[in-house]
T-cell receptor, first 116, second 114 residues
Framework: NAGVTQTPKFQVLKTGQSMTLQCAQDMNHNSMYWYRQDPGMGLRLIYYSASEGTTDKGEVPNGYNVSRLNKREFSLRLESAAPSQTSVYFC???????????????FGAGSRLTVL | TQLLEQSPQFLSIQEGENLTVYCNSSSVFSSLQWYRQEPGEGPVLLVTVVTGGEVKKLKRLTFQFGDARKDSSLHITAAQPGDTGLYLCAPRGYSGAGSYQLTFGKGTKLSVIP
């Protein structure tokens, strides 16, 4: 089982360039998420999609856009990259509520982005 | 704004030692999850605790949810090098507009030295 697949694994951009991080899950999950992880900051939610056709802002949405292309795919776009967006980005998916409403997240392996 | 603190931030111990890491908050949560993240990988769920006072065991790992559902602890007995990683607590709380979301702590980075 592939689970959650992210591409690319590594990317170097120059300030002002644009790029899209791709994420796909094969678990038929309804919800998908994008997080960023920075040293000493933990995982912070950028955007999420509770179901196909919906997207909502998380804690740190500025500078990002997302597209829920279909139930399987959720992409994250940086329109004009800035050095502050240097981070490791994780995509995750969830089948919705599990035990007493607890979301269980399955994460991808991460995409390491450096903006020069 | 809820405050979520994990302690210690870093922990380096010898193989065979016991350890406890903590996750504390000012808010009450409906449930709490612990994840472990290894270098170059995404976090992987270890356990979900739901009921105040609940204790769950996963081999040498013991998880406890505080009676007031504001805090949790993870105790590892006889640590092994394979336990090395970043341990993240993730409480689930109300985020507004009828939505519940997970909030991740900054984590405890554990190194177990052979």
């Amino acid at each position: 089982n592939a689970g959650v697949t992210q591409t690319p694994k590594f990317q170097v951009l120059k300030t002002g360039q644009s790029m899209t991080l791709q994420c796909a899950q094969d678990m038929n999950h309804n919800s998908m998420y994008w997080y960023r992880q920075d040293p000493g900051m933990g995982l912070r939610l950028i955007y999420y999609s509770a179901s196909e056709g919906t997207t909502d802002k998380g804690e740190v949405p500025n500078g990002y856009n997302v597209s829920r292309l279909n139930k399987r795919e959720f992409s994250l776009r940086l329109e004009s990259a800035a050095p502050s967006q240097t981070s490791v980005y994780f995509c995750a998916s969830s089948g919705g509520t599990g035990v007493s409403g607890a979301n269980v997240l399955t994460f991808g392996a991460g995409s390491r982005l450096t903006v020069l | 704004t809820q405050l979520l603190e994990q302690s210690p931030q870093f922990l380096s111990i010898q193989e065979g030692e016991n350890l406890t890491v903590y996750c504390n908050s000012s808010s009450v949560f409906s449930s709490l999850q612990w994840y472990r993240q290894e270098p170059g990988e995404g976090p992987v769920l270890l356990v979900t605790v739901v009921t105040g006072g609940e204790v769950k065991k996963l081999k040498r790992l013991t998880f406890q949810f505080g009676d007031a559902r504001k805090d949790s602890s993870l105790h590892i007995t006889a640590a092994q090098p394979g336990d090395t990683g970043l341990y993240l607590c993730a409480p689930r709380g109300y985020s507004g507009a009828g939505s519940y979301q997970l909030t991740f702590g900054k984590g405890t980075k554990l190194s177990v030295i052979p």
